[in-house]
Each structure stands twice: as C-alpha cells, then as structure tokens.
C-alpha cells in the first residue's frame, strides 16, 4: 500500500509579498537615477537534485541587473528550475505481469524571485570571469499531470561562477554553472548550467 503524504501548509502568503516588493522596488531605485539596466537570460538544465525526482530537467531565468560599482551590478531575477518525474510501469492485470506502458506519477519543478548581485573580473583572452550570487523566495510544487499535489514555500540561495564573451557592443554570450540552497523539506539543493546571454 503507498503511503499518503501529508500536504504542506498553504501559509504562503509572506513570500507572494516578497516577489511583489523584489518586482517593484529595483526598478523604482532605478527610476530615481539615471541607470540602464542589463538584461540577463540563462537556459540550461539541472543537476545532482536532492530528494526524489532527481534525474534533473529544463533551467530558465531572467534578470535585470543595474550598475552599482565599476565591475558590481545588482537587481532582480525571476528562475524555474525543474526537477523532474518519477515515472512507473503499467502492467497487464490478466496474470501475465507483462509491461504495457509507462505513467507520470509525480513531477517536480521550483520557480521563484530573487534579489541578484554580479561581479565581473578584467577581461583575459577574450573572456570576462564572473561571479553570481542571489538571495530569494521560492515555490517547491509537485504535480501529477498538471494536478498540484503539494507546494511548500522557500527561501534559498545561490552562488554560480562563468564566463562571458562580447559579440558586439551591447551583447555578450557565455557559460555558467550555479549551486542553489534551499530551506525546506521537499528539495534541499541542487545545481544548474547553461548558457547566458547579457543584453545592455
């Protein structure tokens, strides 16, 4: 007989507050100089998840970044990370026990907003080194099928670590690699790497 889990608490409330003041106030604090933001969009998979599913998905994020120094910049990022699915077999009933197909059984993805600081090294053989760190909130949700099962609110963070190369004067392409951390009890960490594209 499968064990029924419990469903987490839907006390979520605090963190649809925190992704509405991280949307608003780093444009408002832009607004009030005369800063141009980058634009910075990664897709990727992930990896080493911890908790099951594990096997890993699709990575997607978006960030609009400010300068704040002369290599520092600072802003918002909106990421989903998906985790993957436990997948079963399906087996004939009539005796034989012969495999007749497969079925999703629960699938898993985590998607939040986080405050975002990058800093970038002097540019070495065509390529500038940077650095990546964000704090924010999260939403772990399972899912059979598109039905939610559970959710569980978050908050994490994470460090990543790449390199980009300009392709012109206001693009530049590169590679990163990130390790996330997460507070809770569904999907602890895990690690993502991609491509990311800057636009300024």
């Not at 604090?29 to 594990?54: C, H, K, M």
């Not at 978006?62 to 699915?85: C, I, K, N, Q, T």
């Not at 760190?133 to 959710?151: F, I, N, P, S």
């Amino acid at each position: 007989m499968r064990r029924r889990e419990r469903p987490a608490r839907a006390g979520t409330s605090w963190w649809a507050a925190a992704v509405v003041a991280a949307l608003l106030l780093a444009p408002a604090a832009a607004a009030a100089g005369s800063w141009a933001p980058a634009l910075v969009g990664s897709a990727g998979g992930t990896f080493a998840v911890l908790g099951e599913p594990n096997e890993g998905g699709a990575s997607a994020a978006l960030a609009a970044l400010w300068p704040v120094g002369e290599r520092l910049s600072f802003g918002v990022m909106v990421h989903g990370d998906d985790a993957g699915a436990l997948v079963d077999s399906l087996r004939d009933d009539s005796g034989t026990a012969l495999p007749v197909g497969k079925v999703e059984l629960a699938h898993r993805a985590a998607w939040g907003v986080s405050w975002r600081l990058d800093a970038s090294a002097p540019p070495r053989f065509g390529l500038t080194p940077t650095l990546s760190a964000t704090w924010g909130v999260y939403r772990v949700v399972d899912d059979a099928r598109g039905t939610e099962l559970r959710h569980v609110g978050s908050t994490g963070w994470s460090v990543a670590a790449g390199a980009r190369r300009g392709l012109g004067p206001h693009f530049a392409l590169g590679a990163y690699v990130r390790y996330h951390r997460l507070f809770n009890d569904l999907e602890g960490r895990f690690m993502s790497a991609g491509l990311e594209g800057s636009w300024r």
